[in-house]
């Protein structure tokens, strides 16, 4: 919908300006502390590089599940009377690809037949009560659909969250152990996995967007990917 494209282009802008100051937080540190990016490669021992690996994987498995129930908690809140208009979202999960395709078809019918008889006979004709009946149960069952895969992304990032503070508690027990590496060196990763995580949120909700813009059949707008 409009407003779900306005608050992911809102949201998009928020984390992109968040990302460059997480950058310039890296290059101001350098000037700072004099480390180089040579000296960058040395900072971690094999287990860390490791764990950061493992972390990045995570920190993007939580971006992604992050932009997804954002986008479900807002459709949820607009109510069953909105719920028809974001079927698409129940695409590409465990939902029956089937019952999805009857579900978008019965739609379809329903809003052209509603306009039909409108147009035809008038606002006040019977058989639209009978019509709005139906839509307004078929709208009641997708939005079921949509409360029920909003409350598994939410187990989802939930659970993928506490993986991302697991895999940050043993880089930081690593460090910790690693008598040759520095506060300074800890610091600067930790400025680094920031802004990676930043733009991984970033690219998230790009892809998100694009996929809400697309949905209202107008061209997308040119937007950066941070990288």
Known sequence: TSAAADWLQQRLAEIGESQRNASLAIQD?????????????????????????????????????????????????????????????????????AEIALLRTESATLISRIAEVEASYGADHPQLDTLRSEKTALDSRIYALLQNLDDQYRTQLSIATQQEAGLRRDIDTEGQSAGSISQEQIRLNELQQRSDALSSLYNSYLLRYEESVQRQSFPIPSVRIVT
């Open 29 to 97: 540190y350098r000037r700072q502390t004099g480390l180089s990016v040579g000296q960058d490669r040395n900072l971690t021992r094999q287990r860390i590089e490791s764990l950061s690996g493992q972390l990045a994987e995570a920190q993007a498995e939580t971006a992604r599940l992050r932009a997804l129930s954002d986008e479900l908690q807002m459709v949820v809140r607009a109510g069953p009377e909105a719920a028809s208009s974001s079927v698409s979202l129940l695409s590409g999960t465990a939902a029956d690809p």
